[in-house]
């Protein structure tokens, strides 16, 4: 069974590809650039495209039984995705596993959370059987934040809120992946993918400063604030907008997991979600 493998260069991707491998599928990933030699198993094979070039994705998924679909957050994020679809569609793919995002269904007024759920829909109507995979905030994009504060910024600036997110470590994300992808059972579902705990942004800032054993504030989720400070550092305002959407829907929607979620995602996985804990030790470890 050959799988074609989106956004295999990135956070979900790099630790899907070897996923799939483990499970004896063969993988074909899809990038824009030529990996740097003996990046992957030589079985691996690489087809270069972009999502925005219809061609190069019809190329890509020739052979192909299987595709995993993930999108970088861009302004062309629908378009991408539906190219990737469309193209899956005209090649008779038997199966999608999509990767969307958690409660996708009620994040209407932030552009990425809200081509998630435009893409679940135009999968879900197709009739191609699809594994939807939703989930929360991902603990590794913390590694970007980790290291200013492990530097001495004193600062925790991710503005979670009060009542927090279920963070998700991304590797329970690409075991999930690749369970929907090489067993039997997956279809037609919708996983929601999230972490044991609930991770506030006074929470980890007291989390951080025990581990590290310093002082470390928590930024707040003042979002004026919040947003001046992003545009001050040259972030796309177009991303500013698409994340304040974001936080303030975790805010008005709540991000914490159920114990009915945990206890599903556990099912899939055959063990419990990766906890916060051992991931952040295991940062520390790294970076020491
Ligand atoms: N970060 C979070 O907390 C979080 C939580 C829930 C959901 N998500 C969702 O996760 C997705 C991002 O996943 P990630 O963090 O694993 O990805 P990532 O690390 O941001 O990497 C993006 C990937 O997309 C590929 N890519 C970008 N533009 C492309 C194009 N035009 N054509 C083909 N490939 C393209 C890149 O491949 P090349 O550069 O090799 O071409 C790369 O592999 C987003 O949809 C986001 O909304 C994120």
Do not use: C
């Amino acid at each position: 069974m050959k799988i074609l493998v989106t956004g295999a260069t990135g956070n979900v991707g790099s630790f899907l590809v070897p996923e799939l491998i483990k499970r004896g599928a063969q993988v074909r990933i899809f990038t824009r650039k030529q990996p740097a030699d003996g990046a992957y198993p030589k079985e691996v094979e690489v087809a270069i495209g972009d999502l925005l070039d219809p061609a190069s994705v019809a190329s890509a998924l020739k052979g192909v039984d299987k595709l995993f679909l993930l999108n970088a957050v861009s302004p062309s994020e629908l378009m991408e995705g539906l190219i990737g679809f469309g193209m899956a569609q005209r090649a008779g793919v038997k199966h999608i596993t999509y990767l969307s995002v958690y409660k996708a269904d009620t994040m209407r007024n932030s552009p990425h959370m809200a081509t998630k759920l435009a893409l679940e829909s135009a999968i879900s109507h197709s009739g191609i059987p699809f594994t939807f995979l939703r989930p929360n905030g991902y603990m590794q994009t913390e590694l970007q934040i980790i290291q200013p504060v492990i530097a001495g910024m004193g600062l925790y600036p991710l503005p979670l809120g009060e009542d927090g997110i279920s963070m998700v470590d991304v590797r329970d994300i690409a075991e999930a992946a690749a369970i929907s992808l090489t067993e039997e059972g997956h279809e037609g579902q919708t996983y929601d993918l999230v972490g044991p705990t609930v991770r506030s942004g006074p929470g980890n800032a007291a989390f951080w400063s025990k581990l590290l054993d310093k002082p470390i504030q928590y930024g707040g989720h003042d979002m004026d604030r919040w947003e001046a400070m992003a545009l001050s550092q040259q972030m796309p305002a177009w991303y500013v907008f698409d994340v304040r959407a974001m936080f303030e829907g975790f805010y008005s929607q709540g991000f914490a997991a159920t114990s009915f979620q945990i206890a599903r995602l556990t099912k899939l996985l055959g063990h419990a979600p990766r906890s916060y804990e051992d991931f952040a030790k295991e940062a520390v470890a790294r970076s020491s």
